[in-house]
């Protein structure tokens, strides 16, 4: 089971930070993934980082003011994204890839759970 948390209204240029809680399983082997869908539009992969070795995958849209982590020892991942901007306004979702698979895949389909999602806004 994953919980997504820390979305809210933001404004242009402030930093945002989510945060996915799991539990259920060891999460130490999940790959550990973001994704959002904004308003009519697909669900797109945003980071994900690798159970394997932490190595870290980013989308076009955010790489280089956002950074993925995870705590193992927590059970958790996090999003911190700095410099947010209103086209970053949608439903952000964690995921988790339970395959063992080395390195972090972008598609949403290799992803076996999902948690709820939580809203972030940003105004201009």
């Known amino acids: 089971q994953l919980q997504a948390s820390g979305g809210g209204l933001v404004q242009a240029g402030d930093s945002l930070r989510l945060s996915c809680a799991a539990s259920?399983?060891?999460?130490?082997?999940?790959?550990m993934g973001w994704f959002r869908q904004g308003p009519g539009k697909e669900r797109e992969f945003v980071a994900g980082?690798?159970?394997?070795?932490?190595?870290?995958y980013y989308s076009d849209s955010v790489k280089g003011r956002s950074t993925i982590s995870r705590d193992n020892a927590k059970d958790s991942a996090n999003l911190q994204m700095n410099d947010v901007k209103p086209e970053d306004t949608a439903v952000y979702y964690c995921?988790?890839?339970?395959?063992?698979?080395?390195?972090?895949?972008?598609?949403?389909?290799?992803?076996?759970?999902w948690g709820q999602g939580t809203q972030v806004t940003v105004s201009s």
């Open positions: 995921a988790a890839d339970w395959s063992l698979r080395i390195g972090v895949t972008p598609n949403a389909d290799n992803y076996d759970y």
């Open positions: 980082i690798s159970w394997y070795d932490g190595s870290t």
């Open positions: 259920g399983r060891t999460f130490s082997r999940y790959t």
